[in-house]
């Protein structure tokens, strides 16, 4: 069976697509329209209500583009970070002669500082000047500068570079590294640190002014690209003795089961005291703001413990000197005793004089065999016999070694 084609009615020549074009619109007019189906009840307004058609001018296109308005939704709250930041970074550099307790420390304090930049060994020889040189050349805005003297000291310089000063020298003391401790905490690596100053630091103005180069040098700007908008870990500061001690807690937060309400801290490390020296005016150079004048180098404290050292060396040798000097006066013999001779007997005792000490007198090997030679017969052949004729070989000569055979 053959299928005959479909007839479609064509509008006559007088008429060219009149019934045609009278009935596309009405059928465009009539179709339903299709309306976008969003789940959310805070949905946007639909885009073609909101953008400004191309025949109306760029004032007007701004004005319906600004009339667009945020998804407040309580469940998932917007999260508002800075798309134009200004990258904050703090140059972490040491010199030469460090030992690896000091670069463990260092490597501890660049995990918690995700905006930190590490920088190659600095040269002692150089002046501290170049170190501002070098943070500009890298974009810090602050600066760490390790320095090892001796193999035995580490002192450490804080410097705000880009407000063109001031700086801070401290004298590192007690250093404990995290691979030390092995303590429980533990925090995201990344995560902004909370930054916890004791309230001391309220007080003196030298204590105000370091409290603002540590916050300005420990803190990660918020919306840093390195780092993770969390905060889990607190990084203390705290007076004690003229020292800053600083350490490092994980933020716990409370169990389900938990009895006790409220966060707790679990330390992590490192572990460090600062003792303040010095603040400069300037970039690693200017004016003295303040000197502690109760800070005494670790050269001078060595140098006292040597001499203390000394003194009691002199003493005990000044002692056996004056001990020297007694024996020569024959200090060593004991004095006469008048009482010594009254059951003297006549004869066998001279009177008035001490008995001297017996001295165990050695015998070679010739003395041995005259001694055995001039022995009894009867005990020539027994041991015991032959230690007993010859008392003053006990400890010298044993029968052993004399050619007798031992049990």
């Known amino acids: 069976m053959v299928k005959r084609p479909r007839e479609v009615a064509v509008a006559s020549s007088s008429e060219p697509f009149a019934t045609l074009g009278e009935a596309v619109p009405t059928a465009i007019a009539s179709a339903p329209k299709r309306k976008r189906k969003d789940s959310r009840k805070d949905a946007v307004a639909p885009l073609d209500a909101l953008v400004a058609s191309h025949d109306n001018s760029s004032s007007d296109a701004a004005a319906s583009a600004s009339a667009v308005l945020p998804v407040n939704n309580p469940r998932y709250p917007a999260v508002q970070r800075r798309t134009a930041h200004k990258k904050k970074k703090t140059l972490v550099v040491c010199s030469r002669g460090v030992t690896s307790t000091n670069v463990e420390l260092m490597e501890d304090l660049l995990k918690l500082m995700p905006h930190a930049r590490k920088d190659p060994k600095f040269d002692k020889s150089e002046p501290l000047t170049s170190l501002g040189e070098i943070a500009e050349l890298n974009g810090c805005a602050a600066v760490l ?100 001690l600083v350490r490092h807690y994980q933020v716990v937060p409370p169990l389900h089961d938990a009895k006790k309400e409220g966060d707790t801290l679990v330390e992590i490390g490192p572990r460090l005291a600062l003792v303040p020296i010095r603040i400069l005016g300037g970039v690693f150079a200017g004016e003295t703001l303040y000197v502690n004048d109760t800070y005494q180098s670790p050269n001078l404290l060595r140098a006292e413990q040597k001499r203390r050292s000394a003194k009691r060396t002199i003493g005990h040798v000044a002692q056996k000197e004056k001990r020297r000097s007694r024996l020569a006066q024959g200090a060593d013999q004991p004095p006469a005793d008048d009482l010594a001779d009254v059951f003297a007997v006549p004869g066998l005792n001279s009177p008035g004089l001490v008995p001297a000490k017996k001295v165990r007198s050695g015998l070679t090997r010739a003395d041995f065999d005259e001694k055995i030679r001039d022995a009894d017969t009867n005990h020539f052949w027994s041991p015991k016999g032959i230690m007993d004729s010859v008392p003053k070989m006990k400890g010298i000569i044993t029968p052993k070694t004399a050619g007798f055979k031992t049990k």
């Not at 000291?153 to 007690?174: I, S």
């Not at 003196?204 to 993770?228: D, I, M, T």
């Open 145 to 244: 500068y390790f320095e090892a003297r001796k193999m035995k000291d580490l002192y450490l310089w804080v410097g705000a570079v880009k407000a063109g000063g001031p700086c801070a020298k401290f004298l590192v003391q007690q250093v404990r590294p995290m691979k030390d401790l092995r303590l429980t905490g533990n925090c995201l690596l990344g995560s902004r640190p909370i930054l916890s100053f004791d309230g001391a630091f309220d007080g003196a103005p030298y204590l105000q002014l370091l409290k603002q180069l540590l916050a300005h040098a420990f803190a990660p700007p918020k919306g840093h690209p390195r780092s993770k908008p969390f905060h889990d870990h607190v990084l203390s500061f705290s007076v004690l003795g003229g020292r800053v």
